[in-house]
């Protein structure tokens, strides 16, 4: 059963820094793309960044490329998501997503 668990958002100012963080099970991790996703309100679902399989093998949506940076720890099974230069556009509940699954999200809310 795969399992999904984000932690880490909050409220921050503008140009301030997150880490996202998203604990997994129930699938082999080390080798299954990994993705974060967000949703902010009224809007729909926007795939944000992936981590593949392979080592340092990464994609980004062209609105937080350069400014956002997925990791993966496969001795933790746990992925990362880095984000930096936040923009008031990027808060939204962010949600990791692998095998077709979704985790319960969190928020991240940026505002001065």
């Known amino acids: 059963q795969v399992q999904l668990v984000e932690s880490g958002g909050g409220l921050v100012q503008p140009g301030g820094s997150l880490r996202l963080s998203c604990a997994t099970s129930?699938?082999?991790?080390?080798?299954?793309?990994v993705s974060w996703v967000r949703q902010a309100p009224g809007k729909a679902f926007e795939w944000v960044a992936t981590?593949?399989?392979?080592?340092?093998?990464?994609g980004y949506a062209d609105s937080v490329k350069d400014r956002f940076i997925v990791s993966r720890d496969n001795t933790k099974d746990t992925l990362y998501l880095e984000m930096n230069s936040l923009k008031s556009e990027d808060s939204a509940v962010y949600y990791c997503?692998?095998?077709?699954?979704r985790g319960q999200g969190t928020q991240v809310t940026v505002s001065s």
């Open positions: 997503s692998a095998r077709g699954e």
């Open positions: 981590a593949y399989g392979g080592p340092s093998s990464t």
């Open positions: 129930g699938f082999p991790f080390r080798i299954a793309p």
